[in-house]
């Protein structure tokens, strides 16, 4: 049985320190949820090049926007 947790997604505008949005998803790992996330909103953010997911936990892991942002295609 697949184990899934609680993520805390925030993608982050580095250059001006702030968060562009964030939202709440359950996922199998970091980067799943981080994806989610990304994909649940539409368009693109000016900045945006970073996502970093925090379980309930504690555990925070980053990645780039790029990574992790639909594409085009998407």
């Known amino acids: 049985m ?3 947790q609680l993520y805390l997604v925030r993608v982050i505008d580095s250059a001006h320190q702030s968060v562009v ?3 709440i998803t359950v996922a199998g790992d970091a980067r799943e949820a981080a994806r989610r996330i990304c994909r649940a909103r539409f368009g693109k953010w000016t ?3 970073r996502v970093e997911t925090v379980t309930v936990s504690g555990l925070i892991e980053q990645f780039d926007f790029a990574d992790v942002a639909p594409s085009e295609q998407d």
Do not use: Q, R
Request: charged share 10%; hydrophobic share 20%.
């Open 2 to 4: 697949p184990t899934t």
């Open 21 to 23: 949005m964030s939202g």
């Open 47 to 49: 900045g945006a090049d």
